[in-house]
């Protein structure tokens, strides 16, 4: 593991390195930077600032060539063990949820179209204001997060609200970096899943809302085309489908 951590250090050192003579970095930036690194580990944004700004690139390395549904990053708002959700299928939610209704519905299945029954679709959104249960003040522990599996024939069903768009924290560190480098702070408005099946590699991705602001400057640069839904109305409320083909696992389970 040394040669590894020797060769990949190494690598982001040199590029720090040419990056400052480059730029012709000052010592009055470098004690800024300095300070700004305190400042996100004491604001607890290290998390944040990886999944916002680096993530991506890993994603994308590790999973670009993967065969089946695309993924996007995981990013920093999964809870595990969210509760098993059965019939009628409603991620939780406080009675007067804000949002437009959703009825989503479509199937899981191997890259061949054969259904994978039993599939497990783990959820977790954002409320109409983009706030994130667990980690923002607003909505309930456990708010909008749930499980579904498949049916005998692949089909999942579940209904929840139309989650809003994000901004990061614009006044913690990452926020103040953000906007001191005149980029844009939201994200999409979007809904995760982890889809999984046993023999299969687990599905880490994202469905973006067609309607929402934002979906062409991401700030976490996550958005792929084929990710993006189209909710329509439908009884009363909205409804869209999406299918989820998964990929062979990499490693094989032992037996
Ligand atoms: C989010 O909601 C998110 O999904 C990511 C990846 C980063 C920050 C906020
Ligand atoms: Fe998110």
Excluded: C
């Amino acid at each position: 593991m040394s040669d590894r951590a020797n060769q990949v250090i190494s690598d982001i050192l040199r590029r720090i390195h040419e990056a400052i003579v480059e730029n012709d970095v000052t010592y009055e930036e470098y004690q800024a930077a300095k300070q700004w690194f305190i400042d996100v580990g004491e604001a607890g944004e290290w998390p944040l600032f990886g999944d916002v700004y680096i993530e991506h690139a890993v994603e994308e390395q590790a999973f670009g060539n993967r065969a089946g549904s695309q993924g996007t990053i995981l990013g920093p708002f999964h809870l595990p063990d969210a509760p098993l959700l059965d019939a009628p299928f409603e991620l939780p939610h406080r009675p007067d949820e804000p949002g437009d209704r959703t009825r989503v519905t479509g199937r899981v299945t191997d890259v061949d179209d054969n259904p994978l029954p039993n599939a497990n679709l783990d959820i977790w959104q954002a409320d109409a204001s983009g706030a994130y249960s667990g980690f923002m003040p607003g909505p309930p522990d456990g708010n909008l997060r749930g499980q579904v599996r498949t049916d005998a024939d692949g089909r999942y069903e579940y209904v929840t609200v139309i989650p809003g768009p994000y901004t990061i924290p614009l006044d913690g560190p990452t926020g103040r970096m953000t906007a001191a480098a005149d980029w844009s702070p939201w994200r999409p408005a979007h809904i995760h899943l982890i889809v999984s099946a046993e023999g299969y590699e687990p599905l880490v991705t994202q469905l973006f809302i067609d309607t929402s602001d934002h979906l062409d400057n991401d700030v976490a640069s996550a958005v792929k085309e084929e990710l993006i839904v189209h909710p329509e109305r439908a009884d009363g409320g909205l409804a869209f489908t999406y299918d989820f083909a998964l990929a062979p696992a990499r490693t094989p389970a032992v037996a």
